[in-house]
């Protein structure tokens, strides 16, 4: 099967198809928020930092492991050590367990999208309009099948003639997009440059062990970590390409779009509230709600309005695709199963999945696990449990446990010299495992409401 395994054409692919799959609704809904919370530029400056240190680590064990195995996530941790094969399984579980829900998500953007560019930019304004949208039991389905089915035939494309390709026109289209709101917000919204300054500019009076927390927090759901993606992009990866090169551009791709990103909506939302962004809203709040008040005393609101949700739809529908691809590799993988069969068999599941979460603010409202929703429940578990999870057992794994010892190193070797090799080790070994079980705990607590991130 391996000897058969699809892969990437080249470098630019691989990296534009692992970025596009780091890049997504998180970085666009929650990196702002979390800027402006914790003082901006001093957030922005940790970021950056935990980015080339932690984030690099984590990310070369997983390319590397799935480029060493060239098997998608279960089958690479059983081929390394049985021992570890149950990280395999539940790194295997949660790109089922998310998929569904984002696409719900991506439904939503869908939505937005298509009112915005049918005229009811004004109508979506209204601070009831999101409840009132999600509220109902027949629509949010309807954009849901179609966002999951957009994903699903790039899939069915394959590696090269599907993911690569459309990585290739997104990615950049992407950048351009968010770079031209970020300047256009800027240059036309009164109030906006002095956000522009809160954000990029460190003030150190504004730094917490909670600035920290929160930073490894975003950066752990940003870059597609521990979710199974990068071990299976990895798995596709041609020998002759530099490991440690592609991670940094990687890296590049994903901090220059959510820094875009927060340049987009940190000095709106400070224009739109007078300088205050104290009570900034995260997630859905901030992008269907906030959002669109704003754009609706912007010049031209509406015609950005319409960029921005395009822009959106493109960030989750690179990351959903990530999703789908992981998974239908497993299925390829463990069941033997061709890319169509596998292809359906997981949109089968995503619907299965995906309809609780489309109806849990309407007709299934009353159902709810460890009291939440469906959908704030399965973001929960995967984000909060499982995803820490299998990235602190990786780094058991990699740094302790792995024979010999030097496997993932000397795979990271094969292309080009490993220059971060010190780095890499001292991270795996000894700060990662601390930071993830930090994370850990303080998921653990602000899904319960002891604390707030």
């Known amino acids: 099967m391996s000897s058969e395994r699809s892969s990437f054409t080249g470098k630019i692919g691989f990296v534009?198809?692992?970025?596009?799959?780091?890049?997504?609704?998180?970085?666009?809904?929650?990196?702002?928020?979390?800027?402006?919370?914790?003082?901006?530029?001093i957030f922005l400056l940790v970021?950056?930092?935990?980015?080339?240190?932690?984030?690099?680590?984590?990310?070369?064990?997983?390319?590397?492991?799935?480029?060493?195995?060239k098997l998608s996530p279960i089958g690479a941790y059983t081929s390394l050590d049985k021992r570890f094969s149950f990280v395999g399984w539940l790194g295997a579980l949660i790109p089922v367990m998310i998929l569904p829900y984002y696409s719900v998500i991506g439904g939503w953007v869908l939505k937005y999208l298509f009112g915005f560019?049918?005229?009811?930019?004004?109508?979506?304004?209204?601070?009831t309009y999101f409840g009132g949208?999600?509220?109902?039991?027949?629509?949010?389905?309807?954009?849901?099948l179609l966002f999951i089915a957009l994903t699903a035939v790039i899939v069915l494309f394959g590696v090269e003639k599907g993911i690569e390709k459309v990585s290739k026109i997104m990615m950049p289209i992407l950048v351009l997009l968010t770079l031209f709101i970020a300047v256009y917000t800027i240059v036309t919204l009164d109030g906006a440059f002095d956000g522009l300054l809160y954000y990029i500019k460190p003030d150190f009076s504004q730094f917490s062990i909670m600035t920290v927390v929160a930073a490894m927090g975003q950066l752990f759901y940003s870059m597609s970590l521990a979710m199974g993606i990068m071990i299976t992009f990895g798995s596709y990866m041609k020998k002759d390409i530099s490991i440690e090169k592609s991670v940094h551009q990687i890296e590049l791709f994903d901090t220059g779009i959510a820094f875009l990103a927060g340049m987009m909506i940190?000095?709106?939302?400070?224009?739109?509230?007078?300088?205050?962004?104290?009570?900034?809203?995260?997630?859905?709040?901030?992008?269907?709600?906030?959002?669109?008040?704003?754009?609706?005393?912007?010049?031209?609101?509406?015609?950005?309005g319409v960029l921005f949700f395009f822009m959106v739809l493109l960030a989750a529908l690179t990351s959903a695709i990530s999703l789908m691809e992981t998974v239908v590799s497993i299925f390829q993988d463990k069941l033997k199963m061709g890319r169509k069969s596998s292809c359906f068999l997981v949109l089968g599941i995503c619907l299965l999945l995906g309809i609780p979460s489309a109806l849990g603010s309407?007709?299934?409202?009353?159902?709810?696990?460890?009291g939440k929703?469906?959908?704030?429940?399965?973001?929960?578990?995967?984000?909060s449990i499982f995803m820490p999870v299998v990235a602190f057992a990786t780094c058991l794994f990699v740094g302790y446990f792995i024979k010999p010892r030097s496997a993932i190193e000397d795979e990271v070797s094969l292309s080009s010299p490993f220059r971060?090799?010190?780095?890499?080790?001292?991270?795996i070994r000894y700060i990662a495992p601390i930071c993830i079980l930090t994370i850990l705990v303080s998921s653990v607590l602000e899904a319960f409401k002891i604390i707030s991130i």
């Open 362 to 370: 309407s007709a299934w409202s009353g159902v709810t696990l460890l």
């Open 266 to 304: 940190v000095p709106a939302v400070f224009a739109f509230e007078g300088g205050n962004v104290e009570n900034m809203d995260k997630g859905a709040g901030l992008m269907f709600i906030t959002l669109p008040q704003i754009f609706k005393t912007m010049p031209g609101g509406t015609v950005i």
């Open 420 to 427: 971060g090799r010190l780095l890499y080790r001292v991270i």
């Open 16 to 41: 534009l198809a692992a970025a596009g799959s780091a890049v997504g609704l998180g970085n666009i809904w929650r990196f702002p928020y979390l800027a402006a919370k914790y003082g901006g530029g």
């Open 133 to 144: 949208y999600i509220a109902k039991a027949g629509e949010p389905i309807v954009w849901f």
């Open 373 to 383: 929703q469906f959908l704030d429940f399965f973001d929960f578990i995967t984000n």
């Open 47 to 69: 970021y950056i930092i935990l980015s080339v240190t932690f984030g690099f680590s984590l990310m070369v064990a997983e390319i590397a492991i799935g480029r060493k195995t």
């Open 117 to 127: 560019i049918t005229g009811e930019a004004s109508s979506m304004a209204e601070g």
